[in-house]
């Protein structure tokens, strides 16, 4: 395996012909505390961000950060990120969504379930891919995995 | 006369009921025949997706979305190797751009096959699903000839595409182009004005506009409230922006409409193939990227028109050869989110052409 992987790290990382600047890829992302997040919330749906595509969160070293990904149904060009950030890593609590966009219901549960960021205020924070009795939350960076993966 | 004792009772649906499609577990709690109250379990097919692809390097982890939706495997696929190459600013060539719609067109039309057999299914319609495996197996046997797999097919790679076109393919798309409207109408002629199938769809778990918006629905289920957003036109990906075709939008959004706007999709499908591949143009189908991908550390959004709906990738990228993260978003996880809200009031019955007209592939539900 070593072997393979020496032999792969020199390939060059990006050759020449794909070498070009990254494309600004999405709408500079705007940070939140987790205070003021439902009223920031609140105010985008009101200016017409009605479509909460995505939510998800990130475990970095020092914070968790949950993720919003809106856009518009009627308004297709919208689009907005915006980030939530949680330095509290051993009880990390952010307000929910849920009264804004049901679509938060079940993206939050599942953030609470992998990542174990709790929602306060969400009606029915259960897990919902794994079993209710299992330990840990597994998308966490120091989740010991058994086995070979 | 002495009195009756009555009392709720709960029933499961699943996980093991050839109407979940997949390992998907709805319970029910009845009055009479009427649903009082429903919930969902889901999970049953959760593999760890997200946790698998942080210790993958990024060309590793192709082959896993096509896990996602095994119905059409061309679309997952096309939605992770475009998010990679977003990422990283790759351009793809011309050739491959048009081999990858044809693929991921097929796909879908693979997935609504399948979704128009089952949904007939669901009402105890057993003639419709020989039809539709009849002409999927068409498309089936196509990415056998491509790609050399019938469904999970493998064939989307970072760059472009695995391979050229084999030289049978041609005359068998052509075929299959010929061919396809008259089965279309076939099931149209079955299905859309059978009086069974209208009678326990029409008026039928409804879904409102402002219901859809909320609950951030997508893909045809949205659209047959009546909301036009087809990620294909909002947002062109690939080279959608190049073709002609409409975007099939209904009005009352219940089950007949989901039901509606899949057989109409067919027929817009069919159409993207035909211009692709007029269009096709010589070249390579491939770009030369390194075999160990180190994008920049940033992070990108990308999401398609996948068979059910949108399907999205966040993707984390930390300058290593492995994502730091990658959050899939799955339109069966997302859309089926409703269901309660739809069966209660309902008859049980309904539970179940609720749940074949939302079309749920577990894969991409559970990850």
């Known amino acids: ?149 | 006369m002495a009195i009756l004792k009555t009392e709720e009772f709960t029933v499961n649906i699943g996980p093991q009921h050839p109407s979940t499609h997949g390992g998907f577990h709805v319970v029910v709690n009845l009055d009479g025949e009427t649903v009082t109250d429903a919930y969902c379990v889901a999970g049953y097919l959760h593999r760890g997706l997200e946790k698998i692809a942080e210790s993958r390097t990024y060309a590793q982890f192709a082959p896993y979305c096509a896990r996602l939706d095994y119905l059409g495997a061309q679309n997952p696929a096309l939605g992770y190797v475009q998010t990679v190459e977003k990422l990283m600013g790759i351009e793809v060539p011309e050739r491959a751009e048009y081999i990858r719609i044809i693929l991921a067109e097929l796909a879908r039309v693979a997935s609504h096959l399948v979704f128009v057999g089952s949904f007939a299914l669901d009402f105890n319609g057993w003639t419709p699903i020989i039809y539709c495996f009849r002409d999927r197996e068409k498309v089936l046997d196509m990415f056998d000839m491509v790609c050399g797999q019938r469904l999970t097919t493998s064939y989307m790679r970072i760059g472009g595409v695995a391979d050229d076109l084999p030289e049978e393919f041609f005359p068998a798309i052509r075929k299959f182009l010929d061919e396809m409207p008259a089965c279309i109408d076939e099931y149209d002629g079955i299905l859309t004005g059978n009086e069974i199938l209208i009678g326990r769809c029409k008026g039928v778990g409804i879904l409102t506009a402002e219901q859809a918006k909320d609950w951030g629905i997508s893909g045809p289920n949205l659209r047959a409230t009546g909301i036009n957003y087809d990620i294909r036109k909002v947002e062109p990906y690939g080279i959608y922006d190049r073709f002609d075709f409409e975007v099939p939008v209904g009005t009352a959004g219940d089950t007949y409409e989901r039901y509606l706007m899949r057989v109409a999709e067919l027929r817009q499908s069919l159409r993207i193939i035909e211009q692709a591949v007029n269009a096709l143009p010589e070249g390579p189908v491939r770009t030369k990227v390194p075999k160990v991908l180190k994008p920049e550390p940033g992070e990108v959004y990308h999401r398609i028109e996948s068979n059910k709906g949108e399907l999205g990738f966040y993707m984390v990228s930390d300058g290593s050869d492995k994502p730091y993260r990658l959050h899939i978003r799955g339109p069966s996880f997302v859309n089926v989110a409703p269901l309660p809200e739809l069966a209660r009031g309902g008859n049980i019955q309904d539970v179940i052409a609720v749940l074949a007209s939302i079309d749920i592939v577990l894969g991409e539900m559970d990850r």
């Open chain 1, 1 to 149: 395996m070593g072997n393979v992987e020496e032999k792969l790290e020199t390939t060059p990382a990006v050759p020449p012909e794909t070498k070009k600047p990254v494309a600004p890829v999405q709408p500079p992302a705007k940070i939140v505390k987790p205070g003021e997040l439902l009223k920031v919330m609140e105010g985008l749906k009101a200016e017409g961000y009605d479509y909460l595509n995505n939510l998800t969160a990130v475990d970095y070293p020092e914070y968790f950060e949950v993720v919003y990904h809106l856009f518009s149904y009627e308004e297709t060009g919208k689009k907005s990120v915006i980030k939530c950030r949680v330095e509290n890593k051993k009880d990390p609590q952010v307000p929910s969504v849920c009264s804004v966009w049901n679509s938060a219901n079940w993206q939050e549960r599942e953030v609470y379930d992998l990542m174990g960021v709790t929602f306060t205020g969400h009606p029915n924070l259960k897990r919902i891919l794994l079993t209710d009795d299992f330990v840990g939350h597994p998308l966490r960076k120091d989740y010991q995995l058994d086995g070979e993966v």
